[in-house]
């Protein structure tokens, strides 16, 4: 475990479940970046594995800390790691996430050049999808229009930052909720506080696609949690709010054959239908 007198600028949080294949690789992109500090692995009960791999990663790697908490949820595994990190910025990811080598110096710098930045979130891709190219484009076409970067209102999960001070605020505001979207959840909670959210352009991270795995039916619901979130902390749903989650849903599904005999692992089509990542969905405990 890391000295607890050495100074800790930056946190990263890794709430995990039954992630034994991706883990060790998502901790190798950290560790190796001298600008991270440490690493909270917050094991969310998992049957795989997951908790022996990490724990004996951290054996070797003094960064690496194994959290344990076993009441499911993403919001409830995310918070516990966020309280026991020493850093004064805290970041997040998931253990199927990918960062940038140089990921942990943007977070830093950018934090410190800007005091009056509460939190941050960046652009995430595919490292494993087979219409990846798509995010990609579409991410090109929007800077070129001066679409994306600065304040934003929204926060994603895989590519985050929040400063220590701010989470002090609004740890006690946040939902456990099942059947709400934890990193939306935490933005409105920023909002409410008049707590600034920046997009950084340089601040990059791939993530896996097998969340596009999951049937259209239930992807409906997980867009349907958007709203319930929204409602949950005190904000009117809008019309555009519901013209958004009718554009993702149809996204969504128009990729969905193709992800359904896609293998992640081999990064080519089978007849074996793959295995969708564990998704936090309305209604899941």
Known sequence: MN???????????????????????????????????????VDNG???GTRRIVAEYAIRNPKVVLVEEDRR???RARNTG??????????????????????G???RRYLTEHPGTAALTGLTTYYDSPVGFLLELGYRIQIRRG?????????????????????EQVRDDTSTRPDVVDDLDLALC??????????????????????????PRRWWDFQLSG???????????LPYHRFFIVMAWFAHTAQWPLYRFWDFDRRRFTVRRSTARAFPLAGQA
């Open 190 to 215: 920023l909002s409410k506080r008049g707590l600034r959210i920046d997009q950084l352009l340089d601040m990059r991270a791939e993530t896996s696609a097998r969340r596009r795995h999951t049937s």
């Open 3 to 41: 000295n607890p007198d050495t100074p800790v600028v930056l946190s990263v949080v890794i709430p995990a479940l039954d992630e034994a294949r991706a883990i060790v690789t998502t901790l190798d992109r950290l560790v190796a970046q001298d600008a991270v500090d440490e690493v909270l692995v």
């Open 105 to 107: 110096e943007v977070v």
């Open 147 to 167: 679409k994306l970067g600065g304040q934003v209102g929204n926060l994603h999960g895989p590519n985050m930052a929040i400063r220590r001070s701010a989470w």
């Open 73 to 75: 949820g993403v919001a």
């Open 46 to 48: 998992s049957t795989d």
């Open 82 to 103: 966020l309280d026991v990190a020493r850093g004064e910025f805290l970041a997040r990811t998931d253990a199927d996430t990918l960062v940038a080598e140089n990921w």
């Open 227 to 237: 709203l319930r979130t929204i409602q949950a902390q005190g904000f009117h749903v």
